[in-house]
């Protein structure tokens, strides 16, 4: 049975830091699949976004709005995804969500229930 639990969130000032973890369980990672780590988020009233996104290789991408103030890692050992979060504004409030897409002969995305994140100016 697949998971992706996440955690880490909660209230903090404008320019404070935090870090989100995603832990999954039940997912192999297949070297014939393309696997790639994300985290989205969803801020009151408006559509879910990408935030940055992580390969099983270690290559990076995040969203203009984030980049030089958040990173994204992994340790596999752990099965555990990182979003590290530094200068927080209130605009980075919002529900993260962790998802783990897997795209092969099949494609299969699996998500987190999420974790609130709430940044007070």
């Known amino acids: 049975q697949v998971e992706l639990v996440e955690s880490g969130g909660g209230l903090v000032q404008a320019g404070g830091s935090l870090r989100l973890s995603c832990a999954f369980s039940g997912i192999i990672f297949r070297i014939d699949v393309i696997n790639i780590m994300a985290w989205y988020r969803q801020a009151p009233g408006k559509q879910r976004e990408l935030v940055a996104t992580i390969t099983s290789g270690g290559s990076t991408n995040y969203a203009d709005s984030v980049k030089g103030r958040f990173t994204i890692s992994r340790d596999s050992a752990k099965n555990t995804v990182y979003l590290q979060m530094n200068s927080l504004k209130p605009e980075d409030t919002g529900v993260y969500y962790c998802?783990?897409?897997?795209?092969?002969?099949?494609?299969?995305?699996?998500w987190g229930q999420g974790t609130q994140v709430t940044v007070s100016s």
């Open positions: 998802k783990i897409d897997q795209r092969g002969a099949i494609r299969t995305a699996y």
